[in-house]
């Protein structure tokens, strides 16, 4: 597989205003493992290796653990997230397949039960930039490096 396109090259604005949103949800309120969590998961649901090898590499840094990055995808049934997780995982499945599901009430809801309405807007506008970010990557087909 090929890189299609070096979008950061050929307009760097359109970079510059996507990492605008980055540097919001980077300085915003949430915690970072938990907004790594949040990035990987709408990865692995899209199929993004550049943005998986990015953020499994960051929730490291950030001290997240190796069998909580192993059962991410099986969340539901694995007891190493805490209620705010899952209510946060649950969102982010949620509005990646927002075509399927139309972020269902009962999901939205347990996720304003555990975060405060800035945190819950702030987790939002996390799960957008990921997904914009997945989109940019597996469009133009940029691929992971080896480290």
């Not at 099986?74 to 209620?83: C, E, K, L, N, V």
């Not at 972020?103 to 809801?109: G, R, S």
């Amino acid at each position: 597989m090929e890189t299609r396109m070096q979008w950061k090259t050929v307009d760097p604005e359109a970079y510059k205003a996507m990492s605008a949103l980055e540097t919001y949800v980077r300085n915003s309120d949430l915690d970072k493992k938990l907004m790594e969590l949040v990035k990987i998961r709408a990865s692995q649901i899209n199929g993004c290796a550049f943005c998986l090898d990015m953020h499994a590499f960051d929730a490291r840094k950030h001290g997240e653990t190796e069998q909580r990055l192993y059962t991410l995808a099986g969340w539901r049934d694995a007891p190493f997230f805490t209620d705010r997780e899952r209510a946060a995982l649950a969102l982010t499945e949620a509005m990646t397949l927002v075509s399927a599901t139309h972020v269902p009430d009962d999901v939205y809801n347990e996720a304003a039960r555990h975060f405060s309405e800035k945190e819950l807007l702030q987790l939002i506008m996390l799960i957008v930039t990921i997904n914009g970010w997945n989109r940019i990557v597996i469009t133009t087909r940029t691929l992971p490096q080896p480290r």
